[in-house]
């Protein structure tokens, strides 16, 4: 079982990214899969979620209407769009994937580094 984020890296105010969430050992279609993120010197802080229902998604407000979390089920991967990116969302994001009824998980991954600065 695993989880592996990739897409992080640097990128100026204003700018776009889009990481991906990786999963093996289990279909993410069954799982709520998060993204968090934490910053230095702060506590991680939950960012977009998707249910198994229907696709729903939730965001922080911090993040409502410039990140989009999206799911492909054929790659077994989910995906966080940052759009407008500002620098207080320089942080390790990490994703996070969790059964509903509790038959496996929770799971996380390693983190990917995402800089906003000019």
């Known amino acids: 079982v695993r989880l592996v984020e990739s897409g992080g890296g640097v990128v100026q105010p204003g700018g776009s990214l889009r990481l991906s969430c990786a999963a093996g050992?289990?279909?993410?279609?069954?799982?709520?899969v998060s993204w968090y993120r934490q910053a230095p010197g702060k506590a991680r802080e939950w960012v977009a979620l998707?249910?198994?229902?229907?696709?729903?998604?939730g965001y922080a407000d911090s993040v409502k209407g410039r990140f989009t979390i999206s799911r492909d089920s054929t790659q077994n991967t989910v995906y966080l769009q940052m759009n407008s990116l500002k620098p207080e969302d320089t942080a390790v994001y990490y994703c996070h994937a969790n059964e509903p009824l509790g038959r496996g998980g929770p799971y996380w991954g390693q983190g990917t580094q995402v800089t906003v600065s000019s």
């Open positions: 050992g289990f279909p993410v279609s069954s799982y709520i």
């Open positions: 998707m249910t198994t229902s229907r696709n729903t998604a």
